[in-house]
């Protein structure tokens, strides 16, 4: 296994293009599954997530090919209705197999992913959803199973306790797009990578209207074709590289941006007193003066992402004064606030809430990843630290994020790898 070394101090200037995004190319990559003929995704991130879902892809009978940012999806023999535990259970967003499968075949058998980390992560919306659609489902020896003889237009209702849920919205307009008659989903997921699928689906054939919005209209269609599509840029990742500007006192320009995908963050940095300068799909980041501490509550899209909150507390780590954090998607996505304070943070953490005391610096220490972006915000927390920061279990780390070294060490960062 490999570790991250950081020796921090540096700050860092030049260009960085941001990748194509996780969250949008998974449902996209399991989407594929609703037709047979060939698809051709682009700008798709070379990341372990995306690996396992063309994995996933292959297992289920499709013909995989990837190189240089596209893949190329097309039928190797019929598709399968099942998709195993192993594969499943080593990434959660695999689930999102199951509403092309139930689309497609009117069958589909897909292990439960189990919780993780950063919390229980329950799949209750994806089951009322798609029984909504009159499949009946049990769940057998840790499978969920699904079959319809038909699957049926309905309005459905798909909010939960901590808002909409991405994977759920993406699982049902999925399915719906083979339903028949018109399938109207409520409280609908509204990230941009919802409407990313969804822009895909409708190059597909598939009649949908409202997406990016709380209502998702779907009209079903017989069948749906192959199509091309561009992903979407990484806001998460995007996300990150500024927080990595502001946090080093650097000046980096970031090219493959949608920063229209970033308002709320964009909103609570002014707020700290950055000055932000931005067009179309480039960003240039710059620390001029000091920054203020802010409070921050992750929400549901267009709020403020729970995939940058671990991010941003390491930017208020080191900004002077006291901010509070407050986690209302996952209340227990909080492992990372440890490995802070063993970097010599002061946050102390009250149920959904951390509040953070502001330090003058972070120091360098060996600290452990625990989850995707909790091993961001340590990277984050080592570039400022003054001496060596090791990271180890970083691979949790190579499941969102493209090049991330590379793309860290062209801006001038020390960072390098080393074996355990
Ligand atoms: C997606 C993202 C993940 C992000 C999360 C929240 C992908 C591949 N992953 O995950 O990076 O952190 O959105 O923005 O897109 N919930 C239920 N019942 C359900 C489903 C979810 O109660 O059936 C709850 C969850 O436990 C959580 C909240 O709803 O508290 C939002 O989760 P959800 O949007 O479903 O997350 P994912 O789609 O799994």
């Known amino acids: 296994m490999d570790k991250l070394i950081i020796e921090g101090g540096v700050r860092l200037k030049g260009e960085v293009t941001i990748s194509g995004a996780k969250n949008a190319v998974l449902p996209i990559l399991a989407a594929t599954l609703l037709t047979d003929d060939a698809c051709i995704i682009k700008g798709v991130p070379d990341l372990r997530d995306t690996n396992t879902m063309l994995k996933i892809l292959k297992s289920l009978g499709k013909n995989v090919e990837f190189d240089n940012g596209v893949a190329i999806i097309s039928q190797a023999k019929n598709t399968s209705h099942i998709a195993d ?18 689309g497609k075949l009117k069958k589909a058998k897909v292990s439960l992913p189990g919780g993780c980390i950063i919390g229980v992560r329950p799949v209750d919306l994806h089951i009322k959803g798609l029984r909504a659609l009159n499949a009946e489902i049990n769940i057998e020896s840790g499978y969920v199973v699904a079959t319809a003889s038909k699957l049926k237009g309905a309005e459905v209702y798909l909010g939960g306790v901590y808002g909409s849920s991405v994977l759920a919205t993406d699982n049902v307009m999925m399915a719906a797009c083979l ?65 990595a500007s502001l946090l080093t006192g650097g000046d980096i320009t970031i090219k493959n941006i949608f920063p229209r995908h970033l308002g709320a963050m964009i909103d609570k940095l002014q707020e700290a007193g950055v000055d932000i300068k931005s067009t179309d799909n480039t960003m240039r980041v710059a620390l001029k003066g000091k920054l203020k501490p802010v409070n921050i509550s992750t929400l549901p899209y267009p709020g403020f992402p729970t995939d940058m909150q671990a ?28 490995e802070l304070n063993r970097m010599g943070a002061h946050i102390q953490r009250e149920g959904p809430y951390a509040i953070v005391s502001g330090v003058k610096e972070l120091s360098g220490a060996p600290v452990m990843a625990s989850d995707l972006r909790a091993s961001a915000s340590l990277v984050l927390a080592g570039l400022v630290a003054g001496g060596k920061t090791s990271i180890s279990r970083i691979y949790h780390l190579e499941r969102g994020y493209e090049f991330m070294e590379d793309k860290l060490r062209v801006l001038g960062a020390k960072i390098w790898r080393e074996k355990e």
Do not use: N
Not at 85 to 90: D, E, I, N, P
Not at 190 to 207: H, N, Q, R, S, T
Not at 220 to 228: I, N, R, T
Not at 311 to 335: H, N
């Open 85 to 102: 535990y192993k594969l499943v259970s080593t990434m959660r967003a695999s689930f999102c197999v199951l509403g092309p499968l139930l």
């Open 179 to 243: 339903a028949q008659g018109k399938t109207i989903i409520e409280s609908a997921a509204c990230e941009p990578e919802v409407f990313d699928l969804a822009e895909f689906l409708i190059k597909m054939g598939a009649k949908i209207k409202g997406h990016g919005t709380p209502t998702i209209e779907i009209e079903g269609v017989k069948q749906l074709h192959g199509a091309q599509h561009k992903i979407i840029p990484d806001r998460i990742e995007a996300g990150t590289f500024i927080l």
């Open 311 to 338: 991010q941003i507390m390491s930017l208020m780590a080191i900004t002077p004064g006291i901010s509070v954090i407050t986690e209302k998607i996952y209340p227990d996505r909080f492992m990372h606030v440890a």
